[in-house]
């Protein structure tokens, strides 16, 4: 259970960990993971914990992430090896799941998963997801529209944002992690049976 006292210490904790840019987004996606659990009847108290848990570990050094991923004896994939900041979401979820003693999956995958998205992923993950994605700091193009669409309907703006994350890093050929195409994967089949 996330409590408001669980809130405030990680607050302080990010405080210490992130530099002052990572910070205004770190604070973006807590206040809009908030605003989003408002609209959809969630726990604010849970969604702002994710908000500030999230890029816990983004400012690390590489090194750095790949020794914590060792000492937490996280499974490296190679496209960690490779890009070792991929990690950041996975240290963060098993530093939260330690620190303060949280065992309900839908929180910690959506710590783990914010930047890939995640099949599998309960009302929480897909409201961090979004809220990483569409806090007020971020400007690209229709993002606009896709915060009114977060607004209406979770599942329908989590299948949006997931595909716009995939066209941007087609268009620039980045990495596509396997996650990601597992969730979209997911995401079409779901949509073709008439779930979405």
Not at 120 to 145: H, I, M, Q, W
Not at 159 to 166: A, Q, T, Y
Request: hydrophobic share 45%; glycine share 6%; charged share 30%.
């Amino acid at each position: 259970m996330i409590t408001k006292k669980k809130l405030d210490k990680i607050k302080k904790i990010v405080d210490l960990f992130v530099g002052k840019d990572r910070m205004k987004h770190i604070v973006g996606t807590a206040k809009f993971a908030e605003t989003l659990a408002k609209v959809h009847g969630l726990d604010t108290t849970v969604a702002q914990f994710l908000g500030y848990a999230h890029d816990l570990f983004r400012d690390f050094s590489e090194d750095r992430l790949v020794r914590m991923a060792n000492v937490f004896g996280l499974k490296v994939t190679p496209e960690d090896r490779e890009f070792p900041i991929l990690l950041h979401g996975k240290l963060a979820a098993e530093y939260v799941r330690l620190k303060f003693n949280i065992s309900d999956d839908d929180i910690l995958d959506a710590i783990r998963y914010h930047t890939s998205g995640f099949k599998d992923f309960g009302v929480y993950g897909k409201l961090l997801f979004l809220a990483d994605s569409l806090e007020e700091t971020r400007n690209y193009p229709n993002v606009s529209y896709l915060r009114e669409i977060a607004f209406k309907d979770l599942d329908m703006a989590f299948f949006e944002v997931m595909k716009n994350k995939l066209i941007y890093a087609l268009s620039r050929n980045l990495l596509i992690l396997n996650e990601s195409i597992e969730c979209w994967n997911y995401l079409i089949r779901k949509r073709k049976g008439g779930l979405l």
